[in-house]
T-cell receptor, first 109, second 112 residues
Framework: GIQVEQSPPDLILQEGANSTLRCNFSDSVNNLQWFHQNPWGQLINLFYIPSGTKQNGRLSATTVATERYSLLYISSSQTTDSGVYFCAVPGFGNEKLTFGTGTRLTIIP | DTEVTQTPKHLVMGMTNKKSLKCEQHMGHRAMYWYKQKAKKPPELMFVYSYEKLSINESVPSRFSPECPNSSLLNLHLHALQPEDSALYLC???????????FGPGTRLTVL
């Protein structure tokens, strides 16, 4: 099956800093999702981004499908940005999502 | 309404108990999913329902029994679980066509 790797695995930043999270996948995909899992376990949809660039406030994402990677940018980090960020891509038949390994982000006040 | 709801939020059960997890969505989605997530790991798919029919079972033990009574509801019946089944159980839904999945808040299950 498709392999999805994220980097870095852990990131600790001061409030106000910017960060870039990376998602690499082993096969071509027709869509990709980014999620933020908060400390209570809720998976919050950030982006549905098969290709190109999208922006939502302080967050933006870019997917380069031909090179099999996606980037999530977080600017001016806030403590509420802490949590685990997952990317996920569909598997064969488009019915299942395979999640990446996750990046744990900690924002220090 | 863009919300997926799950009940209960927390569940503690013994190995001989029978319990059920419930999931509901009112987004008109016709695909629904159960995932299991262990601590510090990504979610792993268990089951997929498409148009109320089971389309994927990821070799899940029979002590987990899914049910989709209608297009808005998804249940997961639990029986004779093991302590290693303790995890966060997440429900999701999507359109069948584009697979953009929306998740509920999860049920945190502890098996004693």
């Amino acid at each position: 099956g498709i392999q999805v790797e994220q980097s870095p695995p852990d990131l600790i930043l001061q409030e106000g800093a910017n960060s870039t999270l990376r998602c690499n996948f082993s096969d071509s995909v027709n869509n990709l999702q980014w999620f933020h899992q908060n400390p209570w376990g809720q998976l919050i949809n950030l982006f549905y981004i098969p290709s190109g660039t999208k922006q939502n406030g302080r967050l933006s994402a870019t997917t380069v499908a031909t090179e099999r990677y996606s980037l999530l940018y977080i600017s001016s980090s806030q403590t509420t940005d802490s949590g685990v960020y997952f990317c996920a891509v569909p598997g064969f038949g488009n019915e299942k999502l395979t999640f990446g390994t996750g990046t744990r982000l900690t924002i220090i006040p | 309404d863009t919300e997926v709801t799950q009940t209960p939020k927390h569940l503690v059960m013994g190995m001989t108990n029978k319990k059920s997890l419930k999931c509901e969505q009112h987004m008109g989605h016709r695909a629904m999913y159960w995932y299991k997530q262990k601590a510090k790991k990504p979610p792993e798919l268990m089951f997929v329902y498409s148009y109320e029919k089971l389309s994927i079972n990821e070799s899940v033990p029979s002590r987990f029994s899914p049910e989709c009574p209608n297009s808005s509801l998804l249940n997961l019946h639990l029986h004779a679980l093991q302590p290693e089944d303790s995890a966060l159980y997440l429900c999701a839904s999507s359109q069948v066509s584009n697979n953009e999945q929306f998740f509920g808040p999860g049920t945190r299950l502890t098996v004693l």
